[in-house]
Each structure stands twice: as C-alpha cells, then as structure tokens.
C-alpha cells in the first residue's frame, strides 16, 4: 500500500513537500516515482528514483525545481517541490516499480497509492 500526504493549496512560487508511506509489502529493490495528472489531461512522469536512492530522473518541467528522496529505513519517498508554478495544478500520485533505473514508463509501475491534490493559485 502506498499513501500520500503533503498535498494543499499554495500560492504560486511556493513550495510543498509531498510524501508517500509505503507498508505492506516489501519494497526492497523497487525503484519510486511520482507521477501527475491535471483535470482532462494525461497521467505524466515528475521524477523517479533507485532503490539505493543514486539515481533519480526528473522531467523536464520540473528539474531544478523539485527535488526526489528516499528514506528506506521508515519506507518513504518524498517530493520537495519549490518554485510552484499554477501548471503543476494536479493529483500526485506515487509509484513502485520492480526495475533497477528510474524510469519515466508509468506502465513499468506495478504499485500506485490513491494520490494527494496540489493546487498552485496564481
């Protein structure tokens, strides 16, 4: 099971810290991403990263600006997102996926928690 939090209404500009709790399963080996979905657009790809927490893989939108982590020992990954802008409006889910790269493929996601809302107001 996967669960996120940290979701909220902020002006543009700001910033946001999400997290996803992972329990219930083992999640040794899997590599986490975060993936966004806006009202009548496509699921999309924000960042990834390994299981060692080496490698991570950002979209172009968001690189240097959001920053992807990983906590293994408390089995979290966590989303720093800083200079919001009203485009990244959307539900933020989060992802496990049984692959050595991070990887940007939503299909390749074996795991989804149910999301958390971020709303940036311009």
């Known amino acids: 099971q996967l669960v996120e939090s940290g979701g909220g209404l902020v002006q543009a500009g700001g910033s946001l810290r999400l997290s996803c709790a992972a329990s219930?399963?083992?999640?040794?080996?899997?590599?986490m991403g975060w993936f966004r979905q806006a009202p009548g657009k496509e699921r999309e790809f924000v960042a990834a990263?390994?299981?060692?927490?080496?490698?991570?893989l950002y979209a172009d939108s968001v690189k240097g600006r959001f920053t992807i982590s990983r906590d293994n020992a408390k089995n979290t990954v966590s989303l720093q997102m800083n200079s919001l802008k009203f485009e990244d409006t959307a539900v933020y889910y989060c992802?496990?996926?049984?692959?050595?790269?991070?990887?940007?493929?939503?299909?390749?996601?074996?795991?989804w928690g149910q999301g958390t809302q971020v709303t940036v107001s311009s």
């Open positions: 992802a496990a996926a049984y692959y050595a790269d991070p990887s940007p493929d939503r299909y390749k996601y074996k795991y």
């Open positions: 219930g399963r083992p999640y040794s080996g899997y590599s």
């Open positions: 990263i390994t299981w060692s927490g080496r490698n991570t």
